[in-house]
T-cell receptor, first 113, second 115 residues
Framework: ETGVTQSPTHLIKTRGQQVTLRCSSQSGHNTVSWYQQALGQGPQFIFQYYREEENGRGNFPPRFSGLQFPNYSSELNVNALELDDSALYLC????????????FGEGSWLTVV | AQSVTQLGSHVSVSEGALVLLRCNYSSSVPPYLFWYVQYPNQGLQLLLKYTTGATLVKGINGFEAEFKKSETSFHLTKPSAHMSDAAEYFC?????????????FGKGTLLTVNP
């Protein structure tokens, strides 16, 4: 039990639609990052938020966007869904930008049809 | 740029045998290194990490890993495999400096444990 909760756990969307995934970080953790894990692959970094500001981004297009709220919870938004967006989306939280104890949630499984 | 190579996408051992999962990294600055385990249909669980100090790191469930700078390796070991160890294992690296604190993961090693 990491204290990082994500919702929804599973969802199916149609190509071209938009999706919002949510994450509650572990209590006291002010840094949230998001990862995409395609089937059979390791997680790929999407972006990180620290104190409500994006402070790092991976090689993902602008249709992947996010928010962090004052209570440090976070959202990942993906617009214009493509079939290749089908993946497990993982949220991770840590304390401080350089926190080395990084806890992951159970993930949200997104299927795009 | 940082990268991680996990040698062997699938490792199979007998129950009670030694577990050795290999990880090599490249990083232009001193790295922070991590091992995570992922059970089917679950998220990632932190097994252990190396940041600074002692190069032999002990983690949960009897796993340990040794940071060898000269070999750029961080192999994961467990003396005696248990059936419950069957899972996917990911090695990850992170820069120890800069403002982007992303984890870079390897492709994973699936561990199966035979009775």
């Amino acid at each position: 039990e990491t204290g990082v909760t994500q919702s929804p756990t599973h969802l199916i969307k149609t190509r071209g639609q938009q999706v919002t995934l949510r994450c509650s970080s572990q209590s006291g953790h002010n840094t949230v990052s998001w990862y995409q894990q395609a089937l059979g692959q390791g997680p790929q970094f999407i972006f990180q938020y620290y104190r409500e500001e994006e402070n790092g981004r991976g090689n993902f297009p602008p249709r992947f966007s996010g928010l962090q709220f004052p209570n440090y919870s976070s959202e990942l938004n993906v617009n214009a869904l493509e079939l290749d967006d089908s993946a497990l989306y993982l949220c991770a939280s840590s304390l401080g930008q350089g926190g080395n104890t990084i806890y992951f949630g159970e993930g949200s499984w997104l299927t795009v049809v | 740029a940082q990268s991680v190579t996990q040698l062997g996408s699938h490792v199979s051992v007998s129950e009670g045998a030694l577990v050795l999962l290999r990880c090599n990294y490249s990083s232009s600055v001193p790295p922070y290194l991590f091992w995570y385990v992922q059970y089917p249909n679950q998220g990632l669980q932190l097994l252990l990490k190396y940041t600074t100090g002692a190069t032999l790191v002990k983690g949960i469930n009897g796993f340990e890993a040794e940071f060898k700078k000269s070999e750029t390796s961080f192999h994961l070991t467990k003396p005696s495999a248990h059936m419950s160890d069957a899972a996917e294992y990911f090695c990850a690296v992170r820069y120890s400096g800069g403002s982007n604190y992303k984890l870079t993961f390897g492709k994973g090693t699936l561990l199966t444990v035979n009775p």
